[in-house]
T-cell receptor, first 113, second 113 residues
C-alpha cells in the first residue's frame, strides 16, 4: 500500500517559469513532510520541510504548501533553473513511526532552456 | 564537515554469495537509517538505529538481511545468500536526533548476477 504518492513521474518546465510538484498521502497520522532532490549517482539531498501545524513554508525559490484536509502537499520552485533538473521525492514521517521516512516514487523534473 | 559516506560505491556479486555494505554517518549524528531504492521505485525503509536502543528492523524484507552498528557510529548491512531481486541502490542516512531531516550518503549500487 503506497502511503505517499507522486502521480506524475515526470515534469518539463521552461527556465524561469514555475515548477509545481505534487504529492498525496493517505496516512492521517503523518505530521511532518519533506522534499528531497536527487541527482543521478548521488544520494537524496534534503530540500525543504513542513510540519503539519503549518500550511506553508518558504525557503528562497522553494515553497512547500500543505493541505491537510486534502492530504496533499506541493512544492513550488520559482523561478525554475536548469540546475533544478533532478528527481524530487516527497517523504512523510510521524504517527509513532518517526523513526523512518515513507517516500513517494519521485517526479523527474526537467527544466529546459 | 564530512557527509555520510558509504562503501563500496558499486558491488557486483553472484547469486548466493554474501555481501557487506558499510556506512559512516555524520559525526555526532545519533540516528542511522538504511533504505534501498529498486529500479523505478521510491526509497524503501529497511532498518533504523538510535543510540543504544534496540534497532527498528520492521523494514527488513527477509531474514537474509541484517545490520549492526558498532560503537554508535559505523554501520554494516549484510545480505546473505543474495538473490537477483536484492539488486538495488542501498542508501544510508543519519540524523542529529531521531526523526526528520535525514542526510543521505551516495549509496551502494548492488548488482546480483
Amino acid at each position: 500500500d503506497q502511503q505517499v504518492k507522486q502521480n506524475s513521474p515526470s515534469l518539463s518546465v521552461q527556465e524561469g517559469r514555475i515548477s509545481i510538484l505534487n504529492c498525496d498521502y493517505t496516512n492521517s497520522m503523518f505530521d511532518y513532510f519533506l522534499w528531497y532532490k536527487k541527482y543521478p549517482a548521488e544520494g537524496p539531498t534534503f530540500l525543504i520541510s513542513i510540519s503539519s501545524i503549518k500550511d506553508k513554508n518558504e525557503d528562497g525559490r522553494f515553497t512547500v504548501f500543505l493541505n491537510k484536509s486534502a492530504k496533499h502537499l506541493s512544492l513550488h520552485i520559482v523561478p525554475s533553473q536548469p540546475g533544478d533538473s533532478a528527481v524530487y521525492f516527497c517523504a512523510a514521517s510521524g504517527g509513532g513511526t518517526a523513526s523512518k521516512l515513507t517516500f513517494g516514487t519521485g517526479t523527474r523534473l526537467q527544466v529546459t532552456l | 564537515g564530512a557527509g555520510v559516506s558509504q562503501s563500496p560505491s558499486n558491488k557486483v556479486t553472484e547469486k548466493g554469495k554474501d555481501v557487506e555494505l558499510r556506512c559512516d554517518p555524520i559525526s555526532g549524528h545519533t540516528a542511522l537509517y538504511w533504505y534501498r531504492q529498486s529500479l523505478g521505485q521510491g526509497l524503501e525503509f529497511l532498518i533504523y538505529f538510535q543510540g543504544n536502543s534496540a534497532p527498528d528492523k520492521s523494514g527488513l524484507p527477509s531474514d537474509r538481511f541484517s545490520a549492526e552498528r558498532t560503537g554508535g557510529s559505523v554501520s554494516t548491512l549484510t545480505i546473505q545468500r543474495t538473490q537477483q531481486e536484492d539488486s538495488a541502490v542501498y542508501l544510508c542516512a543519519s540524523s542529529l536526533v531521531r526523526g526528520y531531516e535525514q542526510y543521505f550518503g551516495p549509496g551502494t549500487r548492488l548488482t546480483v548476477t
